[in-house]
């Protein structure tokens, strides 16, 4: 069985190979307003991983890093439900 989560820029995630998923994390530039970027890997259990980032500016790191936790909650939401099926 395959379950896949699509992200917002369309790449299919197939959540029945993850292994774990990372903690969000942020990088920024030492520049007050330059840009930065959240992001959080996924490790597959063929031992590939895959960074998933959205980059911002100083003012939307919030909703930037909101939109990640989102994104990430339900993929380890799909992943527990796969893992119990």
């Not at 896949?4 to 903690?23: F, M, R, W």
């Not at 890997?41 to 991983?49: A, C, E, M, P």
Request: aromatic share 16%; net charge negative.
């Amino acid at each position: 069985m395959v379950k896949k989560y699509i992200l917002p820029d369309g790449e299919e995630i197939d959540v029945s190979k993850i292994e774990s998923i990372g903690e969000l994390k942020s990088v920024r530039s030492k520049e007050f307003r330059s840009l930065g970027y959240w992001y959080f890997t996924i490790l597959f259990k063929d031992g590939k991983s895959e960074e998933i980032q959205a980059g911002y500016y100083y003012s939307e790191w919030g909703n930037v890093k909101m939109e990640l936790q989102i994104i990430r909650g339900e993929i380890i939401q799909l992943f527990n439900n796969f893992e119990f099926v």
